[in-house]
């Protein structure tokens, strides 16, 4: 197992010896908040790097703000560098949420501009930890965002072996099983194509494609190739292919999925019929049975992170599955700017419940 490996040309000097000593000695004895003060340019970010490297824990680096933890991101990734250091922000360039606004009656439908980099980036960081322990993911609030079960996005990962008896037609089923989507002439990430007896998947979370060429009795070969130019860069033995996304449900889970939501839009609509509300019965009705038939065709809807609840198989009141989730029990979270960034988290949830009750009062929602 790696270990976390520290590469600075500095040492520690002065007040940061003390604290580094302090914060790691009472860490160790078990104590869960500590607070490391210091003016700008102190070197508080040196001092949490070299506590890093002494307690050898996986970690979570949370800012108030993109750009800070882009700069954090790069700062980590300069002490280690031979070690797993992710970014972990919002995927949106652009993002309208859906809305309502009783006293104008007006309804605003999401908008969003994904930027497909920092979603490789997202998944890229989250696989991290399934398969080491020295990871740092720097993230922003969206951190608190839901993002579906771990434990059924590690279930559906899909391994290949060289010598493996696969056929063809059983990968690709597979990979369509994963929301990836066949793509003959635009391969991109999320995408894989099939030509003959090789199939090339492009993973959502990586730079390279991967090329799996199949003989007569299974897998003959794996390499990674350059997805542009189709050059081998690398061969392996073994690769696990993850979800295209965090919200890839097995069938079983979202059949199951499907009825309960049901059940719930029954509950719903007699619930608003004996308010005499109509209109948002009707409303509620029409919305959800469309995003249903997309999941029993697709296995996927917009807006399908409203059905969570389901699709994780949480009961009513159990939190949603996070990025926190992701991480093994004894990870250290390190709160940078936490006179700003504490005090955001609750502001961003309780806007976010505020936000999304007015949708479920007037029916364009389930509770």
Known sequence: MKKFELHSEFTPKGDQVRAIDALSESMTAG???????GVTGSGKTFTMANVIACIQRPVLVISHN???AAQLYQEFRRFFP????GYFVSYYDYYQPEAYIPASNTYIAKEATINDEIDRMRLCATNSLFQRRDVIIVASVSCIYGIGAPETYYSMSYRLAVGQAVSRKKIAESLVGMQYERQEDDFKRGTFRLRGNIIDIFPSYEDLAYRIELGDTGVAAISSIDSLLGRTVETFDEII????????TPR???????GGIEKELAERIDFFRQQGKAVEAERLEERTLYDLE?????????????YSLYLSQRRPGEPPYTLLDYFPRDFLTIIDESHVTVPQVGGMYHGDRSRKLTLVEHGFRLP
């Open 294 to 306: 997309m999941l029993r065709e697709f296995g996927y809807c917009p807006g399908i992170e409203n």
């Open 31 to 37: 104590n869960p908040h500590q607070v490391l003060m």
């Open 66 to 68: 993109k750009t800070l």
């Open 252 to 258: 079983d889970v979202l059949n199951a999925s499907v």
């Open 82 to 85: 031979r070690n797993a250091v």
């Open 241 to 248: 292919i993850h979800p295209r996304t965090f919200f890839s």
